[in-house]
């Protein structure tokens, strides 16, 4: 794979047939950085299709451009056409083509020039060109620095500053992770001297949700929270019958593994969810305990050292089973990594 800008900056230099996608159960990032360079490269005079894998929650659906989102699940034929057609592809926001689903084939099959832009760790070796850097916060700051290093700050606009303020506020839990880095900061800065206002943005992502998200939040703390005090760990597990009950559908969960972090003394937060047939798993954690790694170890996932996802096979109480080992296997790795915060 060639890096990015030096090798990509001739291909754009003419109009091309571009389609840019991203990650299957879309979040603000991977929205935010595929609709901010759409919004750049069609400035650049290009012609730009962003394709979803599937439909998105309907506290993005602000996004400037957001209608024109083509989703795979709901316009197969449209998505195909616009792959076959395209002469460049970009992937934003995640690591190997599996990530995108049913919609994978027909992505690595595609004969348009394959670009990666990601910060996880691990990416395919199938992409042409693109950058991998675990140690950004967001693929929204990595857009940012694509169209500075690209010279272009000054096509920096409102549309473009909105979808990946988005993105960079919600990957670093509104700048409190780690991965907060004084380029976030100053890239924020530009955006509001640019005229972004982050305060609507917020509300419109974090203050959208409808009351039965928020019974259902009252509920899995009250009723489902599991704490290991001595592994320093808490767990939030919910069937599909749960979910049902308080019509919880796609995005309502986003950030609910977090709220076990705000316990004293708990390093370790998993959530698990039973939907379409595969439980699900997102896990956080502070400090030195590598999330990815217990990810991969355990349940066919990863991601970041402090944020992966996971997915399991076997039933929801035998994934907990599961999960309960794993924590014991970690035991000492837990406790030294709560006592090193200390």
Not at 138 to 157: K, Y
Not at 220 to 231: D, N, Q, V
Request: charged share 20%; aromatic share 10%.
């Amino acid at each position: 794979m060639k890096q990015l800008i030096h090798d990509i900056s001739p291909l754009i230099e003419t109009p091309q047939q571009i389609v840019i996608t991203h990650h299957y159960n879309a979040d603000a990032d991977a929205l935010g950085s595929s609709l901010g360079l759409y919004h750049y490269l069609t400035l650049k005079g290009h012609k730009c299709i962003v394709v979803s894998p599937n439909g998105m929650p309907d506290f993005l659906q602000w996004m400037p451009a957001a209608y024109k989102v083509l989703k795979f699940d709901e316009q197969r034929n449209e998505v195909i056409t616009a792959i076959e057609k395209a002469t460049l592809l970009f992937c934003l926001d995640f690591n190997q083509f599996s990530r995108t689903k049913e919609l994978a084939p027909f992505l690595e099959n595609a004969k348009a020039k394959k670009i990666i832009i990601d910060h996880h760790l691990n990416p395919d070796k199938n992409f042409d060109f693109g950058v991998s850097k675990p140690s950004k916060s967001s693929t929204c700051e990595m857009i940012f620095d694509f169209i500075n290093e690209m010279g272009d700050n000054a096509l920096i606009n409102l549309d473009i500053a909105q979808c990946l303020y988005s993105g960079v506020m919600t990957d670093t839990g509104s700048f409190k992770f780690p991965s907060t880095s004084a380029n976030v900061h100053l890239m924020v800065a530009d955006l509001m001297q640019k005229g972004l206002v982050p305060t609507p943005i917020h509300q419109a992502i974090l203050d959208n949700y409808q009351e039965n998200r928020l019974r259902f939040l009252g509920y899995i703390l009250s009723e489902k929270m599991l704490l290991f005090p001595e592994y320093n760990s808490a767990i939030i597990a919910v069937s599909r019958e749960e979910l049902n009950k308080y019509k919880i559908n796609t995005g309502d969960t986003e950030g609910i593994v977090n709220y076990p972090l705000s316990i004293k003394n708990i390093i370790f937060s998993t959530f698990i969810s039973e939907r379409d047939n595969e439980i699900r798993m997102s896990f956080r954690s502070k400090g030195d305990f590598n999330v990815n790694i217990f990810a991969r170890n355990y349940f066919n996932g990863g991601g970041h050292h402090n944020a992966s996802g996971g997915r399991s096979d076997v039933s929801l109480s035998e994934t907990i089973k599961i999960y309960k080992q794993a924590l014991d296997d970690n035991k000492k790795q837990l406790k030294q990594c709560y006592l090193d915060l200390q």
